[in-house]
């Protein structure tokens, strides 16, 4: 037997608002990663910067250079899951996206610059260089001063 407004009669249709039907979700996962992948590019670029984020920066670049390289084997240089993921969503939402990477979205998306996939691809690829080499030395030294550190207590005792 159902009562009346029991789960089992409610219908969806009802409501004008559907806040967890699929169309709802996918903009939302759009949404998500565009801000998401965003931040991560910008924390790649800039996350050696700060002592407490350095370590962890230089884990984010070390994946993203996994995904480039190791996936990169099987679907090709410079591929990026994120990408690949936020590429299917904006698929299944009806938008095209003739774009070969992230940046060159990001750019033309935001800034209205559009510019070639080869220029994206190499600045992208010099500014990833550039940053994973000033991770590297700092994440470095910073290892030797807390070693050193770590030393000159023990030897104080």
């Given at each position: 037997?159902?009562?009346?407004?029991?789960?089992?009669?409610?219908?969806?249709?009802?409501?004008?608002?559907?806040p967890?039907?699929?169309?709802?979700?996918l903009?939302?996962?759009?949404?998500f990663?565009?801000?998401f992948?965003?931040v991560?590019?910008?924390?790649?670029?800039?996350?050696?910067?700060?002592?407490?984020?350095?370590?962890?920066?230089?884990?984010?670049?070390?994946?993203?250079?996994?995904?480039?390289?190791?996936?990169?084997?099987?679907?090709?240089?410079?591929?990026?899951?994120?990408t690949?993921?936020?590429?299917?969503?904006?698929?299944?939402?009806?938008?095209?996206?003739?774009?070969?990477?992230?940046?060159?979205?990001?750019?033309?998306t935001?800034f209205?610059?559009?510019?070639?996939?080869?220029?994206?691809?190499?600045?992208?690829?010099?500014?990833?260089?550039?940053?994973?080499?000033?991770?590297?030395?700092?994440?470095?030294?910073?290892?030797?001063?807390?070693?050193?550190?770590?030393?000159?207590?023990?030897?104080?005792?």
């Amino acid at each position: 037997m159902r009562l009346p407004g029991s789960a089992a009669t409610f219908k969806t249709q009802h409501y004008s608002i559907q806040p967890f039907n699929s169309s709802n979700l996918l903009k939302l996962a759009d949404i998500f990663f565009f801000v998401f992948h965003t931040v991560l590019t910008l924390f790649n670029l800039f996350g050696w910067a700060f002592r407490r984020t350095r370590q962890f920066n230089l884990i984010t670049l070390l994946l993203t250079g996994f995904s480039w390289g190791v996936l990169g084997i099987f679907y090709g240089f410079g591929y990026c899951f994120l990408t690949d993921w936020h590429w299917s969503v904006r698929e299944e939402l009806g938008y095209e996206t003739p774009y070969n990477s992230y940046i060159q979205f990001f750019f033309d998306t935001v800034f209205g610059v559009k510019t070639t996939a080869k220029v994206a691809d190499t600045w992208t690829l010099i500014l990833f260089l550039a940053a994973l080499a000033i991770s590297i030395t700092l994440n470095i030294r910073d290892y030797r001063r807390k070693r050193i550190k770590r030393h000159q207590t023990i030897a104080d005792e």
